[in-house]
């Protein structure tokens, strides 16, 4: 069985996207043997009200029947917009959404914010977790409409240091942190309070690259598969598991990489 947790439908202003709706995902999951993929809506990121996308997605859901239920739905959530706790009230009565995603970046806040504090508290009172990008596409091919990833730190991505803060500042919340794409390295008194943190990472970063050493230093509960489609493709997420030798991981732990961690961790 195969849970990707990190995929998406909707549109991406500076890039055409193939299969980014619903059923069209759908035939792709079938072409790679995907059961089941956590969504989230791209337009969330650019709108100026998030549930607006979030509205959408669940509409289009509803309109897949059956086929519906291969998705697990997450919220894009802006918490510096004003009515975000009802919007996130609705989400999870209303739409059934089972998770939250932010995207400081693109929505110009801290990540030590007090408003994404109050809302990590909060999905952690109904533990939904919170999910976490390095990037949405690399910076060296952004466009020059696309955010200044230089706005919050010297280098133009983020990197592990950077959204630990939010971990450090909830450490009882379910964190999903994904397409980790630089480094993973904290100071010794930070990286013992990220093993015991509740975080889930996804395999299409390019730093998973190593995933055989990150599960004998990481542990091999703490990674899952994940695209980051269509922005990103099925295959590499997958290969990344599937060429791990037996001496990085028996075929127990590959299964609970293709699903075991991500249901566990989601509560499925």
């Given at each position: 069985m195969l849970i990707d947790i990190n995929a998406y439908v909707g549109h991406w202003p500076f890039m055409q996207l193939k299969y980014n709706n619903c059923a069209a995902l759908v035939e792709r999951m079938n072409k790679f043997g995907v059961d089941t993929s956590v969504i989230s809506n791209l337009n969330g990121i650019f709108y100026k009200n998030t549930q607006s996308a979030n509205q959408e997605l669940h509409a289009e859901l509803k309109a897949l029947g059956p086929r519906g239920k291969r998705f697990i739905p997450f919220a894009v959530i802006n918490p510096t917009y004003a009515g975000w706790q009802h919007d996130l009230e609705a989400c999870v009565k209303k739409f059934g959404m089972k998770g939250i995603r932010v995207y400081p970046k693109y929505h110009d806040y801290a990540i030590s914010?007090?408003?994404?504090?109050?809302?990590?508290?909060?999905?952690?009172?109904?533990?939904?977790?919170?999910?976490?990008?390095?990037?949405?596409?690399?910076?060296?091919?952004?466009?020059?409409?696309?955010?200044?990833?230089?706005?919050?730190?010297?280098?133009?991505?983020?990197?592990?240091?950077?959204?630990?803060?939010?971990?450090?500042?909830?450490?009882?919340?379910?964190?999903?942190?994904?397409?980790?794409?630089?480094?993973?390295?904290?100071?010794?008194?930070?990286?013992?309070?990220?093993?015991?943190?509740?975080?889930?990472?996804?395999?299409?970063?390019?730093?998973?690259?190593?995933?055989?050493?990150?599960?004998?230093?990481?542990?091999?509960?703490?990674?899952?598969?994940?695209t980051h489609a269509p922005i990103l493709d099925y295959l590499t997420g997958m290969l990344r598991i599937e060429s791990l030798r037996p001496t990085e991981a028996d075929a127990t732990v590959k299964e609970r990489l293709r699903s075991g961690n991500a249901k566990k961790f989601l509560g499925l």
């Open positions: 914010d007090p408003a994404l504090i109050e809302l990590v508290k909060r999905a952690r009172d109904l533990d939904l977790p919170v999910a976490f990008n390095y990037k949405m596409v690399d910076s060296r091919q952004r466009s020059w409409m696309d955010i200044d990833y230089v706005a919050y730190t010297p280098k133009p991505e983020w990197t592990l240091k950077n959204i630990f803060p939010i971990i450090k500042e909830v450490p009882d919340a379910k964190y999903m942190i994904l397409n980790v794409t630089n480094s993973m390295q904290l100071d010794a008194a930070d990286a013992a309070l990220f093993r015991k943190a509740q975080v889930l990472m996804d395999t299409s970063g390019r730093s998973i690259n190593e995933l055989g050493t990150l599960l004998k230093t990481e542990g091999t509960s703490r990674f899952a598969f994940g």
